[in-house]
C-alpha cells in the first residue's frame, strides 16, 4: 500500500549539516503520522523526530534545537534537516509512517510502514 524510499545519508565531519530524504510511494493520503527513528550499534532505537498531518512536530531531547523534520503538502516527501551534527548522531536513520489514529510523538513505538534505512556516520 505504502512504499519508503530513503536517501542523504552519508559521512561528515562533526558540526557539519546533512539533509535526509524519504519518498512516499502509494496511498499518501492515508498517513497520519510520519517520523524519523535512528538505532545505532549496541543500543536501543530512538525516536528523532515525528510530524502529523497538521504539520505538528515533536523531537528528541538529544536532537532539539538541531534537527528540522518538514513534509511535502501532498505527504509524499519528507525530509530531516541535520545541523550541528555530533559523533553520537551516528546510526542508521530510518523514515517510517502510519495510518493509525494514535498520537504523533517521538514515543511511538510502532508503525506501518517503514523505509530501508540511510547510514549517518559523523566523525570528530
Known amino acids: 500500500q505504502v512504499q519508503l524510499v530513503e536517501s542523504g545519508g552519508g559521512s561528515v565531519q562533526a558540526g557539519g549539516s546533512l539533509r535526509l530524504s524519504c519518498a512516499v510511494f502509494?496511498?499518501?493520503?492515508?498517513?497520519?503520522?510520519m517520523g524519523w527513528i535512528r538505532q545505532a550499534p549496541g543500543k536501543e532505537r530512538e525516536g528523532v523526530a515525528t510530524i502529523n498531518s497538521d504539520e505538528f512536530t515533536t523531537y528528541g531531547d538529544s536532537v532539539k534545537g538541531r534537527f528540522t523534520v518538514s513534509q511535502h503538502n501532498s505527504k509524499t516527501t519528507l525530509w530531516l534537516q541535520m545541523n550541528s551534527l555530533k559523533p553520537e548522531d551516528t546510526a542508521m536513520y530510518y523514515c517510517a509512517a502510519t495510518s493509525w489514529s494514535t498520537a504523533c510523538t517521538t514515543a511511538r513505538t510502532g508503525w506501518t510502514y517503514w523505509g530501508q534505512g540511510t547510514q549517518v556516520t559523523v566523525s570528530s
Open positions: 502509494g496511498y499518501a493520503a492515508s498517513i497520519s503520522c
